[in-house]
Structures are given as C-alpha cells and as structure tokens.
C-alpha cells in the first residue's frame, strides 16, 4: 500500500533562514510526487510536482528514489511563507492523492 | 480565474440524518473527486468520479457515501445516515486532462459537524 510520511508536525524558523520540509514515501511502482499548499484560511493549492522539475515561489523539490523521499526546499525563508505544506503521491490513471500528515511551516521576522 | 466552489461553508446535523455536501467543479473539467479530514488527521481520498460514474473509491467509501453530478454543473456528495465519526472538512476537487500529472484544484471544503 502507498504511504506518505511527513515526520514534523511543526517547523519553526527564522526569515531569511533554509528549510527543509521532509517527505518519505512508499510505493511498489513509479509515483508522482506533488507538494501542496494551504494558507491561512484558504484552499489546497498545488506548490509545485516532481515532473515539472520547476522551482515555484523559491522553493524546489527533487525526487531520490533511492532514498524515496521528495523534500522540499528553500533556501532562504519568508515570512509569506508561513502555512501548512503536504506532500502527496499520485498512484493510479484517475489520479487520486494520498497525502501525508502535513507540516506547519511558521516563519518568524 | 475559475475556482471550485462548495456549498455549505459549515454544515451541523443530528446523527442519522442524511446530508448532502455541494460542489461546483471548473466548467470543463472532467474528473472529480471527494477528500476528507478528520480534525488533526490527514487529507484521505474518498472517490472519483469520471464519465458520470464512480472510477475509484476508498474503503472509506461505502454504501452510506454516494455521488451525483445531476445537472451538468453540481458535484454533489451524500452521506444516508451520518454518524459521530464522519465530522470532518470535506473537499471537493476536480481536474481537466488525463493523465496523473495535470492539476487538482480544490474547493475551500465544506465543514461537517455531527452532533
């Protein structure tokens, strides 16, 4: 069975500090790997996908099969960037995400 | 730029009653889903929804949970007889292409409270 694990529940750092938002994952076959956001009081929002290979907002995400983790990262952190962040794994033709847990994000001035 | 919407923000029932959760996906989008979370747990699938039928559903999913796309435009999910367990944020999304890379946009979530 697929599986996503985001191990902090709560990150807390400071402006202009890195981060690194940890995800694991388990899966028999080739996944695609997505990071959405959530701002306070508004809605799930795609940040950014491992196919696109971008970098959305500062922020990028690189896929380690070895390691079958997809962190995400930024180097230097704002304070517009304080919200919940989840990373999912898309498994089947229809597209349906299995999440993980979520991390807290909380930059501070 | 379009945006999925959901109807009610916040919906309170009595356990045992039925609810119908709305959802009005992006005009040309063709596949439709249903998410939960339960307060403090993760975002879990519910179902899919293509071609005006079920194309996949969780274990969540069962005979007390249905979908209906009945007029071309509402999305809708219903629980028969709700229980305690089914308070969650319930989240509408829907998608354009196939093809797991293209984009799920979701709904700002429908808050069910069972009492």
């Known amino acids: 069975a697929q599986r996503v694990t985001q191990p902090e529940k709560l990150l807390s750092v400071f402006k202009g500090a890195p981060v690194e938002l940890k995800c694991n994952y388990s899966?028999?076959?080739?996944?695609?790997l997505f990071w959405y956001v959530q701002y306070s009081r508004q809605r799930l929002q795609l940040l950014l996908r491992?196919?696109s290979r971008e970098s959305i907002k500062g922020f990028t995400a690189d896929l380690n099969k070895g390691e079958t983790s997809f962190h995400l990262k930024k180097p230097f952190a704002q304070e517009e960037d304080s919200a919940m962040y989840y990373c999912?794994?898309?498994?089947?033709?229809?597209?349906?995400?299995?999440f993980g847990k979520g991390t807290m994000l909380l930059v501070s001035p | 730029e379009p945006e999925v919407t959901q109807t009610p923000s916040h919906q309170v029932t009595q356990m045992g009653q039925e609810v119908i959760l709305r959802c009005v996906p992006i005009?040309?989008?063709?596949?439709f889903y249903w998410y939960r979370q339960i307060l403090g747990q993760k975002v879990e699938f519910l179902v899919s929804?293509?071609?005006?039928?079920?194309?996949?559903k969780s274990e969540i999913f069962d005979d007390q949970f249905s979908v209906e796309r009945p007029d071309g435009s509402n999305f809708t999910l219903k629980i028969r007889s709700t229980k305690l367990e089914d308070s969650a944020m319930y989240f509408c999304?829907?998608?354009?292409?196939?093809?797991?890379?293209?984009?799920?946009?979701f709904g700002p979530g429908t808050r069910l409270t069972v009492l």
């Open positions: 999912a794994l898309s498994n089947s033709g229809y597209s349906t995400l299995t």
């Open positions: 899966y028999s076959g080739s996944p695609e």
């Open positions: 491992h196919i």
């Open positions: 929804f293509y071609n005006n039928e079920i194309s996949e």
């Open positions: 005009s040309n989008h063709l596949y």
């Open positions: 999304a829907s998608r354009d292409l196939a093809g797991i890379t293209d984009t799920q946009y």
